[in-house]
């Protein structure tokens, strides 16, 4: 979509509302669309067309959420990293790669989501708590959670960055700052981890390089006769099983 027709639509998005809200004006019977009312506790809610509005919104955040504030990042890296290592391409394919790290992102942050929706989605859904209040009970378990995994040098980096100065400790650091040195710190993490899965196959390599070089075989690509044995290496072992249990461990969430 072209930065016009984006633009255009959201304009269209936010006159929608205002339309009801006049015609609502008019006819008595119709439904407003945008309505601030006051609730006893003194705080100020939109109404529910214009909360419908605001989230239909947030969902085009969703990827960036999934990518870069749960551990879907530190896993789709692992896996990529052990792919060039045993020397397969497009096997498994992308679509696999992404499917199984989104299925495992959901496994070990099920804690998280589950204090997301105790804190706050349920109290919401029964009417109990405003919408501002929601959104501030479910940052704190994912606060949590990324804090616990984010180094102190990331954290002091971004903070330094920033030139905060009115940040007593990292549980008041806001999310703008905690994102980014997350991330570094997954970055970080990932790579740690592919360059331990890499150094077995990286053996194998130099292993079956040196072999064909002593038997005068340098027209035939090592690549070619590592692979079925990095791929009988990585079966034997359990590989599967022991880089989830890894990654899953890693996090330190059960």
């Known amino acids: 979509m072209s930065p016009w027709r984006l633009f255009i639509f959201l304009l269209l998005s936010l006159a929608a509302p205002l339309a009801a809200a006049q015609t609502a004006a008019s006819d008595p019977l119709s439904i407003p669309a945008i309505t601030l009312s006051t609730n006893p506790e003194g705080q100020q809610e939109y109404s529910v067309s214009l909360q419908i ?5 947030a969902l085009s955040f969703i990827p960036a959420f999934v990518m870069l504030m749960t551990s879907f990042t530190r896993i789709i890296i692992v896996f990529s990293i052990l792919r060039q290592a045993l020397g397969l391409q497009q096997t498994p394919s992308n679509q696999i790669l992404v499917g199984l790290a989104l299925f495992l992102t959901l496994f070990i942050m099920a804690p998280v989501f589950d204090r997301i ?13 405003p919408a501002q209040e929601a959104i501030a ?3 704190v378990p994912l606060k949590d959670f990324m804090l616990s995994q984010t180094r102190e040098t990331d ?3 971004f903070v330094r960055l920033s030139r905060r100065t009115d940040i007593p400790s990292a549980d008041a650091v806001p ?16 790579f740690q981890i592919g360059f331990m899965i890499f150094i077995p196959f990286l053996i194998i390599d130099m292993v079956v390089a ?13 690549l070619i006769i590592s692979l079925p044995f990095k791929i009988m290496l990585f079966v034997l072992v359990d590989g599967w099983g022991l880089i ?9 969430t059960f």
Do not use: D
Request: proline share 5%.
């Open 155 to 157: 954290l002091e980096l």
């Open 137 to 139: 009970r479910a940052e």
């Open 210 to 222: 040196s072999v064909l070089m002593a038997m005068g075989m340098m027209m035939l690509s090592p």
């Open 175 to 190: 999310l703008t700052i905690l994102v980014p040195a997350f991330v570094t710190s997954e970055l970080k993490t990932a």
């Open 117 to 129: 929706n105790e804190a706050a989605l349920q109290p919401y859904l029964n009417e109990e708590i």
């Open 244 to 252: 989830m249990g890894t990654l899953a461990g890693s996090f330190g």
């Open 53 to 57: 509005l605001l989230i239909m919104t």
